[in-house]
């Protein structure tokens, strides 16, 4: 049982607990140029003009065109502790660093040392400049491209004359200088710091190619590369942006009441909590609130993944981003513009995509061995060629060049991150927060979830079916008062029921406490008094044949009963029933369609428990359970089963359990703060069905990471063979190696259209 609010929560930040997997924020060590680390950046648009207000240093970085010099950066500035905050915008080639003015300098040179140029920036660079830039560069390379095959055309269909010659490599010179020398910087600055990656490796590629005379080649390796750098960077950023999307469904304006009655539109984000603001039919809501006036239907999918609208009267949350149906509402801001749940939802993706799921982790491990690896085998080709396999040595350092494109680590390395940014922002879109990379990828391997009963398989919102005087000693309203007065002043679900069943003008309670998992105690004009469980009136030794009776009727029908006591016995009976919600034995049923056994786990008495199982089609059911056996019980599955089981809560009593779990999920809408900061995933709708989604949602993302690994080298041992066999020339290389990384990069997007 739970205590339960009327409100999604989420908390970005992390929790503390330990898992039988890794998790955290690991950062590669190998300088891949791109995926790692560099591929989680921030999933929305930055808003510089607030960063600057806030004193943030802004700066624009010219080469700063790949996911890789993001980690680049970050590696940087990880000893900066003075830097709070970086917010990337790859688009627009601009950092904004959150730290104090006397670190600024600081700052630069260290990203300086790290082979990327800054240009402080005094005001944000407008959208239509980066639109603008990005369409010239776009051109550029195009440009670039047909400068290259023009060069490869003349070089094989010209007369083999010093002029066709000089033409050939004009053209080859100037399709370099249009692709733009940042990448062959960049190449060289790696160099100097002795990291190896695939700037490196081109910039190693194209200079042996032009002094070797293979300027043709050269040149189409550097537009190639150039161009798939672009698009690359552009889809990976359709992935990063698939969540911060969401932010352009609220509406910049809101209409706020006045003080003189009358109604304003301003702007949302200047609107403050407790303002008055009102929404008509067909709009979408601006802001967080709790509605004050009317009644209508909200379609939430922004923020549950429901599909159906859900009504809204008097009492009723409403969220930012929600579309109004067909009644005027009017509603009492609860948070700002910068703090509404959508807002949260989208930085807690945000923070999710810094964690890096395990299949990341072996990818970049093996990229770092890799990478070297293959760098000594192309310069063993290049020294070793002519006298092991006599060829000429121009042919020797050509196929060694030929052997670096090949290989490079590319398309293997952002294989992965791409493809769980994508599964991210699909749960998220589902109403399912993932806190990271790391617990999509784990939730495949569940085979047990432990659920919890009121909350979670229930709905929560107990009612008082029954009452019962059990001793006459007091007047029967006298009873209902002091029970109604007991109650309203715990928040348990069950406590509720009884209070607002009963209805009575609650008296002053003292000494007022609560004992986890048996009920709540006070004094009542000198009265001592507890409204607990059967448990706790054991223990008390209160209870009686005459009185166990009486309870087992109710229990046999599903409800929990309470018990009022004093210290001479028990005054009255209370019987909750709980309904089971709809999508409860759906979710049941597809969890084992998945072979993944559901286990209940409850504090209630086992035969309401077993009813209440019954109805869901749970097989296994663990009754009379306080916050440490319910542990207990996780604890010791896990020790059976190490990483296969998962937990399902929605209260202060579940939180321990659902730290435990290998994979902890929480309900957001009814669930309480403590566990939705406990839990590795949030159903933001509180709709069982999402936890068996997010188990086909972890298989299938997995699915698609593998498929990428295979895909990367597969092609790469293809075009090994080619170059061993003498087949391949450099820019099949490239071409091969770009072709293999865009191929995984859409690939893995193919989880956006996830639909469950």
């Known amino acids: ?418 493809t769980v940014v994508s599964g991210l922002a699909a749960a998220a879109r589902r109403g399912i927060l993932i806190k990271g990379g790391a617990y999509l990828e784990e939730a495949r391997r569940l085979r047990h979830i432990a659920l919890d009963k009121t909350g979670t398989l229930t709905e929560g919102r107990p009612r008082l079916v029954a009452r019962e005087l059990v001793d006459d000693r007091q007047e029967e309203a006298r009873v209902w008062q002091l029970a109604a007065s007991l109650a309203a002043r715990s928040d348990h679900p069950v406590s509720r029921a009884i209070a607002q069943g009963l209805g009575n003008e609650p008296l002053a309670v003292h000494d007022f406490g609560a004992a986890a998992g048996r009920g709540s105690n006070g004094r009542i004009h000198d009265q001592a008094l507890v409204l607990g469980n059967h448990r706790w009136i054991e223990e008390r030794g209160q209870c009686s044949p005459a009185l166990e009776a009486r309870m087992q009727a109710h229990e046999a029908l599903g409800r929990s009963v309470s018990l009022l006591a004093d210290d001479r016995g028990v005054l009255a009976l209370f019987a909750v029933a709980d309904a089971l919600k709809p999508d409860t034995p759906a979710a049941v049923q597809q969890l084992r369609a998945l072979g993944v056994e559901p286990i209940m786990l409850t504090g209630d008495n086992p035969t309401t428990a077993q009813a209440i199982a019954a109805q869901a089609g749970i097989g296994d059911v663990r009754a009379g359970l306080l916050p440490q056996h319910k542990l207990e019980a996780i604890t010791a599955l896990n020790a059976h089963s190490p990483g296969t089981v998962g937990m399902v809560g929605d209260g202060i009593n579940d939180a321990p359990a659902l730290a435990a779990a290998a994979l902890g999920f929480a309900m957001g809408q009814g669930g309480t703060h403590v566990a939705s900061e406990a839990a590795d995933v949030v159903i933001m709708n509180d709709d069982l069905r999402r936890v068996p989604e997010t188990v086909r949602l972890s298989r299938r993302t997995h699915a698609i990471l593998w498929q990428n690994i295979v895909l990367a080298l597969g092609i790469k041992a293809v075009f090994l063979l080619l170059a061993v066999l003498g087949s391949a020339t450099m820019w099949m290389a490239v071409f091969a190696d770009m072709g293999a990384s865009l191929l995984v990069v859409f690939n893995g997007l193919r989880m956006l259209r996830w639909r469950g």
């Open 1 to 418: 049982m739970s205590s339960s609010t009327a409100h999604p929560h989420v908390h970005p930040h992390r929790h503390a607990h330990d898992h039988a997997h890794e998790h955290g924020h690991d950062h590669p060590h190998a300088d891949h140029d791109c995926g790692g680390a560099a591929c989680e950046v921030a999933a929305r648009p930055i808003d510089f003009s607030a960063l600057a207000a806030g004193g943030a240093l802004l700066l624009r970085i010219p080469d700063m065109d790949c996911a890789s010099e993001e980690a680049q950066i970050r590696r940087a500035l990880e000893g900066q502790a003075a830097v709070r905050g970086l917010r990337f915008d790859l688009g627009a080639r601009t950092l904004a660093v959150d730290a104090p003015d006397s670190a600024w300098s600081a700052v630069e040179q260290a990203i300086a040392a790290a082979g990327l140029k800054t240009e402080r920036l005094s005001q944000p660079t407008s959208a239509a400049d980066t639109r603008r830039r990005q369409r010239r560069q776009a051109t550029q390379l195009a440009a670039a491209l047909l400068l290259a095959l023009g060069a490869e055309l003349l070089h094989f269909v010209a007369p083999d004359t010093r002029p066709w010659q000089f033409a050939s490599m004009a053209l080859a010179a100037l399709a370099i200088a249009l692709s733009g020398f940042g990448v062959y910087r960049k190449g060289l600055a790696a160099l100097a710091r002795g990291q190896l990656g695939i700037s490196a490796l081109m910039t190693v590629a194209v200079t042996g190619a032009f002094l070797i005379g293979q300027w043709t080649e050269a040149a189409m390796v550097m537009a190639l590369y150039s161009i798939a750098e672009l698009i690359e960077a552009r889809a990976v950023d359709r992935a990063r942006h698939a969540i911060g999307g969401l932010l352009a469904l609220t509406p910049p304006l809101a209409e706020v009441r006045q003080p003189d009655g009358g109604w304003l539109t301003q702007r949302a984000d200047s609107v403050a909590s407790g303002a008055l603001v009102r929404v008509r039919p067909g709009e979408r809501l601006a802001l967080d609130g709790r509605v004050t006036a009317g009644h209508s239907a909200i379609d939430q999918a922004p923020i549950t993944g429901e599909s159906v609208p859900v009504e809204k009267a008097p009492g009723d949350e409403v969220f930012a981003g929600t579309i109004n149906q067909h009644g005027a509402l009017e509603y009492e801001v609860t948070a700002p513009a910068s703090d509404t749940v959508l807002a949260r939802i989208i930085h807690a993706v945000e923070q999710a995509q810094g964690t890096r799921a395990p299949t990341q982790r072996l990818v970049d491990r093996f990229a770092a061995v890799y990478t070297p690896t293959v760098f000594a085998i192309a310069l063993a080709v290049a020294l070793l060629g002519p006298w092991l396999a006599g060829w000429p040595w121009l042919t020797a350092l050509y196929k060694a060049l030929v052997l670096l494109v090949i290989a490079c680590p590319c398309a293997l390395v952002i294989a992965t991150p791409v």
